[in-house]
């Protein structure tokens, strides 16, 4: 009998409760992904939470699951100290799995680093959120395919990815190297290897202005970008606003992410856009 081998199994729970102005945070985790340092450099009312995977990236059959909940009157920002790097493949997935759930109040700032996709992988990604009325979440997605720099195209391989707010908002895209035609035409990718996905989403009806000053804002900051030609921000909900972008790396497709980021920050919660640290460094 042959013994198919299994890979990482990773698990990270965390629950945020608001207790006396401050967002406290509680995590359980089996395997490797936990929570790195939780971090208070706006205020004890938003929690800036670093996730780390000790292995450094996932290759066939490894899955890594986290599960967010945020009780009403919480904040919390999550992200990561590096890119998420799915590796060759011998055949079975790699699989990441997001699920967040925001109650009435709460507000949800998901900003990992980019995700790469390495030439053979067989990845899937998924993130999924559920907004009560009055939550609010911001949130990224940027997805490097192939590593420019090191001359390794992406040129074997499969990458899936989802991003859904069910009932509300569904992203689904399935990238194979071999469609030239979804990755190098006009109508495609059209030779870019970076993909980029910004986007405000709200539990209750966003105000007609604020949805408008945040799409223009946007709209703004992506036009004085150096990816001016491929950029735009839309409105497919009067719930939700959301900034797509492609760029020829990663590099300036997420300076652009952060910039925006940085502006609807203010603009929708009257925050100044607090960086992490190890974004800076």
């Known amino acids: 009998m042959t013994v198919v081998p299994k890979g990482w199994l990773g698990e990270l729970s965390l629950r945020y409760r608001a207790q006396q102005g401050r967002t406290v945070a509680q995590d359980r985790h089996t395997g490797p992904l936990r929570v790195l340092q939780s971090l208070y450099p706006e205020g004890p009312a938003i929690c800036h939470h670093v996730l780390v995977h000790p292995p450094g990236g996932l290759v066939g059959g490894d899955e890594l699951v986290l599960q967010a909940d945020l009780d009403s009157g919480t904040h919390a920002l999550i992200t990561t100290p590096g890119a998420t790097r799915y590796y060759r493949s011998d055949g079975l997935q790699a699989r990441q799995t997001v699920r967040l759930k925001l109650a009435a109040g709460s507000r949800l700032e998901w900003l990992p680093m980019e995700t790469i996709a390495h030439p053979g992988c067989a990845a899937v990604s998924q993130v999924q959120f559920e907004l009560a009325p009055g939550a609010a979440m911001m949130g990224w997605d940027l997805l490097a395919l192939g590593l420019p720099a090191s001359k390794a195209a992406f040129d074997s391989g499969r990458f899936e990815q989802r991003l859904h707010w069910p009932g509300v908002w569904l992203e689904r895209a399935q990238i194979d190297a071999t469609d030239d035609l979804l990755l190098n035409s006009p109508l495609g990718l059209a ?91």
């Open 191 to 281: 030779g870019h290897r970076a993909v980029g996905t910004l986007w405000f989403a709200s539990g209750s009806v966003l105000a007609p202005a604020l949805a408008q000053s945040l799409k223009d804002q946007a709209r703004e900051v992506a036009g004085a970008s150096a990816l001016a030609t491929s950029a735009g921000c839309t409105a497919p909900d009067p719930r939700l606003v959301v900034l797509r972008v492609l760029a020829p790396r990663v590099e300036p497709a997420m300076t652009l992410l952060q910039a925006v980021w940085a502006e609807w920050r203010t603009l929708a919660w009257g925050l100044e856009p607090t960086a992490p640290r190890l974004w800076r460094t």
